[in-house]
């Protein structure tokens, strides 16, 4: 099989070690080209490119950013997206129930391509471009913003950069006082209005460290979109939300915090602009995004979906089999 591998030099976890060893690894099996981004944008491009040239296989070392950008690429064709980690969440790739070490990640891979396994999963496209796991208008797209400006912290910080990223922004640098978002959807469905939305393409929304942050835990990678509308934005509402979405079992829904399940498409409306982010990158500004669920758009390499197995257990089991492995 051809396989172009896509290659974030400068994410998280990629090294010149790693990428030979993985590199070494699919190459004992499979014809591999490598492929190296060099800017935000270029692994679309690398992408196409590859698909062009006769790549049956695309697999993506690095973090979110860069599996978007492939994943806009090969959206709507059947050629298959592999991930073997790099960043430093790779949340769509945990979600999906791969292991987070890329060395297991990669031998995990390895035994699915043998066996023929892969899936087809949904994706949402909003502005002009498809997500894989999440986005968000208001609230989360302010924190990420906050995240983008402590860059340097983040590396060296990790997820407390985050948090604290969080705590400014909902305590110093967000309206509590005025919900300017609306959402809209079809002829005769309500109308929500709101502080700010999550936009899920499945479970979970992210992680923070080995936890799984799950606002809407119905959501599935093979459904439609769910959205959580934050309509309280008091400490304490927050705080009782954030605690059970956190927990082992998250509920469907808080008080003051409704989620729209399965939904094809709606509209988010502001009469200010709100942040936008979409898998974990700020976008701009915006008074208006369409939002819109592209039914089994991208096929990826990865364990079968098995009915009512939270996200959590998956990942759970992937690194148990990890372990084992190593033994």
Not at 78 to 84: E, I, R, T
Not at 293 to 299: H, I, Q, V, Y
Request: aromatic share 6%.
């Amino acid at each position: 099989m051809l396989v172009a591998l896509i290659v974030n030099p400068h994410a998280t976890r990629v090294s010149e070690r790693v990428r030979g060893e993985v590199t070494g690894a699919l190459a004992a099996e499979h014809k591999v080209v490598v492929h190296l981004t060099g800017q935000p944008g270029h692994g679309s491009a690398l992408t196409s490119r590859a698909v062009d040239d006769g790549a049956e296989l695309v697999v993506v070392l690095g973090g979110d950013g860069t599996v978007n950008e492939v994943a806009n690429a090969l959206c709507g064709t059947d050629v298959p997206l592999a991930l073997v980690g790099g960043g430093k969440t790779n949340v769509f790739a945990r979600g999906l129930g791969l292991p987070a070490d890329i060395r297991h990640a990669c031998e995990r891979l390895l035994e699915l391509l043998r066996a023929g396994t892969t899936r087809r999963v949904s994706l949402g496209r909003a502005g002009g471009r498809v997500f894989t796991f999440g986005a968000g208008l208001g609230l989360d797209g302010a924190i990420v913003r906050e995240v983008e400006r402590r860059r340097r912290a983040r590396q060296l910080y990790g997820d407390p950069a985050y948090v604290a990223a969080g705590l400014k922004t909902l305590f110093l640098g967000y309206d509590r006082e005025h919900p300017h978002l609306k959402v809209r959807r079809g002829a005769g469905q309500a109308l929500l209005t709101g502080f700010f939305a999550l936009v899920s393409n499945g479970d979970p929304f992210t992680y923070l460290g080995r936890r799984a942050f799950r606002p809407t835990p119905r959501a599935t990678w093979e459904g439609g979109l769910d959205v959580l509308v934050g309509q309280a934005m008091s400490a304490p509402a927050i705080a009782r939300a954030l605690t059970g979405m956190l927990s082992p079992r998250p509920r469907a829904s808080y008080p003051r915090f409704p989620v729209l399940h399965d939904q094809r498409s709606f509209v988010l409306e502001s009469d200010v602009p709100l942040p936008f982010q979409l898998d974990g990158e700020y976008l701009g500004d915006y008074t208006r995004v369409d939002f819109r669920c592209e039914e089994r758009a991208l096929t990826v390499v990865a364990p079968a979906r098995r009915r009512g197995a939270p996200a959590r257990d998956r990942e759970r089991r992937a690194r148990g089999a990890a372990r084992r492995a190593d033994r």
